[in-house]
């Protein structure tokens, strides 16, 4: 496997009901949350 930028692998396991997609899926829209808050932040910084 050769590296390619600005790519990225994952390897999720999940043990419980949700499978791994479903984990990922979820887990991808806490990020995006998470970033939006950040940028809206960022907004305010020096006003």
């Known amino acids: 496997m050769t590296r ?3 790519h990225f692998i ?13 984990l990922f899926t979820e887990a991808v829209k806490v990020l995006k949350n ?3 808050t950040f ?3 960022l907004e305010h910084v020096g006003k």
Request: hydrophobic share 40%.
């Open 39 to 41: 940028l809206a932040e």
């Open 4 to 6: 390619i930028p600005d």
């Open 34 to 36: 998470k970033c939006r």
């Open 10 to 22: 994952f390897n999720i396991e999940s043990v419980g009901t949700l499978s791994s997609a479903v």
